[in-house]
């Protein structure tokens, strides 16, 4: 069975802090995808730097075939120890999976990641391998459908200390909570965003440290497409509806001039649900044929604005409960979807010509960019076709 791993990560910064002294690189190649999750010592601008450095250098290597002996190395050479305290600059948690389901994970000096299976915190085996003066734990297993890895920085594992905790966030409590508050479905940005929200509320809002956390979870790839508008040339609207339909997954037609000319070639009417109303969204529509209809710029642009929010970690927590369309889009797209198609058309809507009417075309592309850019922020693989 062929696999796609899905990734994602939040990260808060230490509080005063401009720059995150954590960082987080991935990597997708030759089947395998590479995550490396690096904590720079310190915080700041220093801490950032080294974290870069480290989380860059070590995916670039391990995605690259190298070993993780080399990688240790090269970021030993790199980056020396600190002799006042003998500290390494910068701890890390490389994670790989490939997929035909393998495993491989390093870690040295993070807090022990997460493996939430069914919706429970399992062991995972650990081996010890020392590298010089580093010890280093590492786990070679094969994955099942739905593994979720959880990896952080301190910054969790610290959270509350002498504020709301006396001695941190141990790590049952941590397993505890993403046991309860995390769903089986939920993505892996939201269960990355889940976890750094508990731990700001256990630093009372004012971080103490720079906190991450990344998620990678093993699933069957899902593949969602938009339809954004028709074609610039009326004669290419058949070939575009067919290139649309013949893609696997779910379909969303947005759009009244779209909807219309996909109706018509399906065969079908459009039926407004009026089941959930929003007085700031039109209301969504079904055709058969397809998963949704709704109106075009107004709703895709509030979808656009809550991928905005969940770059920026100000989506709120309970933003699912929502049945409006723009919600159900941004559902579809941010936890359902690990492949996003977006057919754009070109095509002059003669209403947005009004002068008068703040919608035009440079808007809708302006749309199409911030959204496709932010799913990808969020681990998405998205493929925009202009028509």
Not at 215 to 243: F, N, Q, T
Not at 324 to 343: G, P, R, S
Request: aromatic share 6%; hydrophobic share 40%; net charge negative.
């Amino acid at each position: 069975m062929s696999y796609y791993i899905d990734n994602s990560y939040v990260s808060l910064n230490k509080h005063d802090e401009e720059l995150c002294g954590d960082r987080v690189e991935t990597a997708y190649y030759n089947g395998t995808q590479t995550l490396v999750l690096a904590d720079g010592m310190g915080s700041g601008v220093r801490a950032n730097i080294l974290s870069s450095l480290t989380a860059k250098i070590i995916c670039t290597m391990m995605s690259s075939g190298m070993s993780v002996e080399d990688c240790v190395e090269t970021i030993a050479a790199t980056l020396p120890m600190r002799k006042d305290v003998m500290v390494a600059y910068s701890t890390f948690t490389i994670l790989q999976i490939t997929s035909d389901g393998d495993a491989y994970m390093v870690q040295f000096d993070n807090p022990l990641s997460v493996l939430l299976r069914n919706g429970k915190a399992v062991e995972y085996p650990v081996e010890i391998n020392i590298i010089g003066d580093k010890t280093l734990y590492e786990t070679r297993m094969k994955v099942e459908l739905g593994d979720t890895f959880v990896m952080f920085s301190d910054g969790v594992s610290h959270a509350g200390i002498g504020i709301s905790m006396s001695f941190g966030w141990q790590s049952e409590h941590i397993c505890s909570f993403l046991e309860s508050k995390c769903s089986v479905n939920d993505s892996p940005h939201t269960i990355a965003a889940k976890l750094v929200d508990a731990a700001k509320e256990l630093y009372l809002g004012v971080m103490g440290d720079d906190t991450t956390v990344a998620v990678m979870k093993v699933r069957e790839r899902c593949e969602v497409s938009v339809m954004l508008g028709p074609p610039a040339d009326p004669k290419d609207d058949i070939r575009v509806i067919e290139e649309f339909l013949s893609r696997p997954g779910k379909k969303i037609v947005s759009g009244g001039t779209t909807s219309k000319i996909v109706s018509k070639y399906l065969g079908q009417t459009v039926e407004t649900c009026l089941d959930y109303l929003d007085p700031k969204i039109p209301p969504a529509g079904r055709m058969k044929g397809v998963d949704i209809v709704t109106e075009g710029v107004i709703t895709m642009g509030r979808v656009m604005e809550l991928s905005q929010q969940m770059v920026d970690q100000t989506l709120p927590v309970d933003w699912k409960d929502k049945q409006d369309a723009a919600t159900t889009v941004a559902k579809m797209l941010f936890e359902e979807a690990t492949d996003v198609n977006i057919f754009v058309g070109r095509a002059m809507n003669p209403a947005h010509q009004n002068p008068n009417l703040p919608i035009n075309f440079s808007i809708k592309l302006k749309i199409v960019e911030v959204l496709s850019e932010n799913l990808k922020k969020i681990g998405k693989r998205v493929n925009v076709h202009y028509f």
